[in-house]
């Protein structure tokens, strides 16, 4: 999601591992709080129109759209759990897998369940550590945790800054899990525009982290226009301690994108808003705001760009991507109205606010990303619903091209781009508006495939287990994986044996 907090202030210096003693979580039980989450960040409410409200009302009185809150999905999916807030109140953003275990962020912190049982997943963790949006990975006994809103201190009881502010902190945080019940935090590196979202390049040794950041201003002193490029951040396995920035690289030398008003409608490219790796290719794709990237990640502290596109008629946010299994196509999601927006109406239409499908054609350093086709969900919205192309992973069936994707209150949507020119909805989940009247910022923030099932985030509410049965998807049952997270994409048929 583009922002949703107003409150951005940056801090007079970059720096590298936090002092130990600035470090503490607060970890919440299921009895006890002894912190309050901030109240910072919310999700956007504002009234509708009258008769934007009355053809909402209209439209769930013919059965046309679900009612308030109503849940509808296809016959091949079943809806087994869902897991309300609990003493983490705030926005529910990312999600990552390990083994047994889901860790769910959200702009208060993040939640650790256990879906070993996924028809009644158990909350093992909640820390309480406020700084949106808390974009969330894991690797081994590492979690990492993206903040991009003003900070006083790097501390997980850190307070909101008002814009006035001259010192402020943002970026990201290091936790040690290896005890899953007791997650302690251990690092802290400043970046340049903090950490909208992150993306982890594993190597046997180190783990490199490329941190997406935008949105620089004159009135910023460590984001000062131009702001082209990522961060890049080294984080030594048996010493995560010492993780330390090492590079800012420079991805668009001509600034990218300029946006309006040369582009109108388009955001002028300044920095990145998601970056999905592909290690067994290495390859990486960008979603950069006005500009979507292919580039070598073969040396990741030197990522060298082999393709750029734009399309300056439907894509108004380049905000995230996904490849395929065969890494011969890529998806790019448009976040028009920055996740805030009702885009999925027929007033939009079927080609802005959706995906785009490119494919990758050549070799080498003459590989090129060809456009194709849009997708977007089939299925109108209300003009109280926000929704648009959000943030998604392949479910793995060999020989097919399959994803599942949210919508946030479009939901859940499976779809298969086997043909990249025809791709077609295969199974869906929603829920009903949050409000028949009023504009309420909601739905399901990221859906992934994990070993079997459907995990959905949902920024209000909560954590959903979703059961595909469908003749298309069955064969991915079989992959079991490790680990998972969305934006380092796996080989999934080496990783799992099959």
């Known amino acids: 999601m583009t922002s949703l907090h ?20 607060t970890l919440l039980t299921a009895g006890t709080a002894s912190a309050t989450p901030d109240p910072g960040d919310s999700p956007v ?33 079943k809806h087994l759990a869902n897991v309300p807030k609990d003493l983490i109140t705030g926005t529910n953003s990312d999600l990552a897998f390990q083994g047994k275990y889901a860790f769910a962020g959200n702009y208060d912190g993040f939640r650790i369940f256990d879906i070993s049982d996924p028809k009644s997943p158990k909350t093992v963790a ?21 903040t991009d809103s003003s900070r006083s201190d790097n501390s997980c009881a850190s307070t909101s800054q008002p814009a006035t502010e001259k010192s402020s902190w943002e970026g990201m945080k290091i936790f040690d899990i290896s005890d899953k019940r007791n997650p302690k ?13 992150h993306t982890l390049v594993p190597e046997r040794k180190n783990v490199y982290i490329y941190v997406s950041s935008y949105a620089p201003s004159a009135s ?24 330390e920035l090492v590079k800012f690289d420079v991805l668009f030398p001509d600034g990218g994108n300029p946006g309006a008003p ?10 990145c808003h998601d970056i999905t790796v592909l290690p067994s290719k290495d390859l990486a794709a960008g979603a950069c705001m006005g500009d979507g990237i292919l580039f070598d990640i073969k040396n990741p502290e030197r990522p060298r760009v082999i393709d750029r596109v734009q399309d300056n008629v439907n894509f108004a946010f380049w905000h995230s991507a996904t490849f395929n299994q065969g890494a011969d196509k890529v998806v790019f999601t448009d976040e028009l109205g920055g996740g805030g927006a009702a885009t999925c109406n027929a007033e939009i239409g079927p080609n802005r ?17 060809v456009f194709r086709s849009y997708y977007k969900i089939p299925r109108h919205q209300a003009d109280t619903e926000n929704c648009v192309a959000h943030n998604g992973s392949l479910i793995p069936v060999k020989g097919r091209d399959i994803m599942v994707q949210s919508w946030y209150q479009g939901g859940v949507s499976v779809w298969d781009f086997t043909n990249s020119a025809k791709p077609k909805e295969i199974a869906y989940f929603e829920r009903g508006p949050l409000s028949a009247d009023t504009m309420v910022g909601g739905g399901t923030w990221s859906t992934y495939y994990y070993n079997g099932h459907i995990y959905s985030n949902d920024m209000v509410k909560g954590f959903d287990v979703l059961r595909l049965d469908d003749r298309l998807t069955d064969p991915a049952k079989k992959v079991r994986m490790s680990e998972l997270n969305a934006q380092t994409q796996p080989d999934y048929f ?5």
């Not at 309480?128 to 990492?144: K, M, R, Y």
């Not at 984001?223 to 961060?231: E, F, K, L, N, T």
């Open 494 to 498: 080496a990783s799992s044996g099959h």
């Open 353 to 369: 606010g959706a995906d785009g499908i490119y494919d990758i054609v050549g070799k080498g350093d003459k590989r090129k990303l």
């Open 262 to 271: 040369t582009n109108p409608g388009v955001s002028a490219t300044s920095g």
């Open 126 to 146: 909640q820390v309480l550590c406020p700084g949106s949006q808390n974009d969330i990975s894991v690797e081994g006994n590492l979690l990492f945790l993206s």
């Open 45 to 77: 409410r504002e009234k509708v129109s009258s008769s934007q409200a009355a053809e909402a009302k209209a439209a769930i009185d013919k059965g046309e759209i679900p009612g308030v809150d109503e849940i509808v999905h296809s016959d091949n999916i």
């Open 6 to 25: 107003t409150t951005r202030v940056r801090r007079r210096r970059l720096g590298v591992a936090a002092a130990a003693a600035g470090l503490f979580a």
């Open 220 to 243: 910023f002193p460590d984001c000062q226009p131009p702001h082209d490029g990522i961060s890049i951040i080294k984080v030594p396995r048996k010493a995560p301690q010492k993780a």
């Open 185 to 197: 935090y251990i690092a802290a590196i400043e970046t340049a525009c903090g950490s909208h979202t």
